[in-house]
C-alpha cells in the first residue's frame, strides 16, 4: 500500500520561503513519476511541479522560477522548496505519486493513483 506524507508546511510573510518534504512508502520509488499539487480556499486543485523518475521536471508557469522539485530516490523522498512566495501561493500543498517511466513528468490529475493529506502553507502580505 502506497503512502505519502507530507511536510514542511507553515505561516510565513511574502518574500519568505519553506521546504516541503514527501516521503514516500509500499512503492518502489524510482519507478514512479511524483508530482505537488495545490488547493486554495474555493479554487479547484491544480498542478504545481512534477518530477519524473529520471529527474526531468515541469512547472505551472505561475510558480516558475521561484519554487523548485527535487527528489532523493535513496531515500523516497520529494521536496519543493519554495521560495519568493506571494499570498496567491497560500493554499494546502498534495504530493502525488504515479508509476511512469516516461522522462517527462504528466501534469494532470489522473497521471497519479496515490495522494498525501497535504500540508497547509499560508502565505501573509
Known amino acids: 500500500q502506497v503512502q505519502l506524507v507530507e511536510s514542511g508546511g507553515g505561516l510565513v510573510q511574502a518574500g519568505g520561503s519553506l521546504r516541503l518534504s514527501c516521503a514516500a512508502s509500499?512503492?518502489?520509488?524510482?519507478?514512479?513519476?511524483m508530482g505537488w499539487f495545490r488547493q486554495a480556499p474555493g479554487k479547484e486543485r491544480e498542478f504545481v511541479a512534477a518530477?519524473?523518475?529520471?529527474?526531468?521536471?515541469r512547472y505551472a508557469e505561475s510558480v516558475r522560477g521561484r519554487l523548485t522539485i527535487s527528489r532523493d530516490n535513496a531515500k523516497g523522498t520529494v521536496y519543493l522548496q519554495m521560495n519568493g512566495l506571494r499570498p496567491e501561493d497560500t493554499a494546502v500543498y498534495y504530493c502525488?505519486?504515479?508509476?511512469?517511466?516516461?522522462?517527462?513528468?504528466?501534469?494532470?490529475?489522473?497521471?497519479?493513483?496515490?495522494w498525501g493529506q497535504g500540508t497547509q502553507v499560508t502565505v501573509s502580505s
Open positions: 502525488a505519486a504515479g508509476p511512469s517511466r516516461t522522462l517527462v513528468p504528466g501534469t494532470i490529475e489522473g497521471t497519479y493513483d496515490s
Open positions: 509500499g512503492l518502489t520509488f524510482n519507478t514512479y513519476a
Open positions: 518530477i519524473s523518475w529520471s529527474g526531468g521536471s
